[in-house]
């Protein structure tokens, strides 16, 4: 734990630093010294390693932020480059409802047992991690959710320890897949318990994700509270559109996002199995990038069952493009 630059467990503290708030720390602690009050990251004393020198190292051995983070940007390994849309119904569907015909299928036909992913309440826009097991379900789940509120990946040790669900998909930022993927790939023990169960990475590009508390003061300025929003979407600037039929432009300015986003470089998600963006297709599709076998898999599956429908990008420029100019703007910082 004295490797952790961003959690001082003695004086309980966070540094809030690099952080991206991804919640792996939180998810394999199996002390639970490190846990989330609302949306801060907080520790307890009893970390095992800090205290009785057990060997632990659960949390450094794939915390994202550390060793690795630098050299995760660009476009990434692409097997296949594809514009997706749902066939099947995706009302509440971001870009093509890509994701949602993908994991809906796996579920449907016994590929997984569960998503987790972010879920959101409606009348105060806070987030959740969630687990889901029904295909109709996750339908409902369809649709961005751009700020964050609480730990994304709780869910995931929660499915775990409950014994319900065999293997499991992921649906998270650029962070969260490249803390999973470290997860994988790591051999320490302690995380062998969560291998095992993880069969699919499905990440999103992203260019930052927005601090709850600092966006809602934003919005209530503007008189929009966070039940009037029916969708939100980022162009150059946020876009809010209510239910009454006003739509908001707000300026992306620095103070929205959350600090750890300053740091990233990774846009293209390159450490997921399939990554998916709205940018590089046209509107009422998502830009499918396959980047493993497990990834061609799940998405042909989907293909091949009616779920989704897809045509070959011709160019993925556009994507690379997005993904220097996100390495370029952080990484002056690191
Ligand atoms: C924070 C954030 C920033 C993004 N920034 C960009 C960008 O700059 N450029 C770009 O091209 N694309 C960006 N995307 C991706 C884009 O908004 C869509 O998610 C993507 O195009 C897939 O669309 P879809 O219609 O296939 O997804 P849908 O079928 O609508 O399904 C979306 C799935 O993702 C899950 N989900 C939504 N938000 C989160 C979250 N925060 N964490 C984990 N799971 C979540 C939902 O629960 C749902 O299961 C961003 C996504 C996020 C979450």
Not at 69 to 91: C, F
Not at 262 to 277: E, K, P, Q, R, T
Request: proline content about 4%; glycine content about 8%; charged content about 20%.
């Amino acid at each position: 734990m004295t490797d952790c630059n961003y959690l001082d467990l003695k004086n309980n503290v966070w540094n809030v630093g690099l952080c991206t708030g991804c919640s792996i720390c939180a998810t394999v602690c199996p002390m639970k010294t490190i846990y989330f009050d609302g949306d801060r990251l907080m520790a307890s004393v009893h970390c095992k390693n800090e205290k009785d020198c057990v060997p632990c190292g659960a949390c450094v051995s794939c915390c994202p932020r550390l060793d690795t983070y630098k050299d995760k940007h660009g476009l990434g390994t692409v097997i296949s480059a594809m514009a997706v849309r749902a066939t099947i119904p995706v009302s509440k569907k971001q870009s093509g409802g890509a994701i949602t015909a993908i994991v809906y299928n796996a579920v449907k036909r016994g590929l997984i047992d569960a998503v987790v992913t972010v879920g959101q309440d409606h009348a105060t826009l806070q987030t959740y991690s969630t687990a889901i097991s029904d295909p109709e379900r996750i339908v409902t789940y369809a649709g961005t959710k751009y700020v964050w509120y609480t730990p994304p990946l709780l869910a995931l040790r929660s499915i775990i320890e409950q014994g319900t669900a065999r293997k499991v998909a992921v649906i998270g930022t650029p962070c969260v897949i490249q803390a999973l993927r470290k997860l994988l790939e790591s051999d320490n023990e302690v995380l062998t318990r969560f291998k095992s169960h993880i069969a699919l990475l499905i990440g999103v590009f992203c260019t930052e994700i927005f601090d709850y508390a600092t966006t809602m003061a934003v919005l209530a300025e503007r008189g929009v509270s966070p039940g009037d929003i029916r969708r939100m979407d980022i162009k150059k600037d946020i876009i809010v559109e209510t239910y009454d039929g006003r739509e908001e432009t707000i300026p992306i300015t620095e103070r929205l996002h959350r600090p750890g986003c300053d740091a990233c470089l990774d846009f293209a998600a390159v450490d997921a199995d399939i990554s998916a963006g709205s940018i590089g297709s046209d509107e009422g599709y998502t830009t499918i990038l396959t980047r493993t076998h497990t990834g061609e898999f799940y998405l042909h599956s989907a293909l091949e069952n009616g779920c989704a429908q897809g045509v070959p990008l011709e160019s993925t420029k556009l994507i690379e493009t997005f993904a220097q100019r996100k390495y370029r703007k952080n990484a002056k910082g690191t």
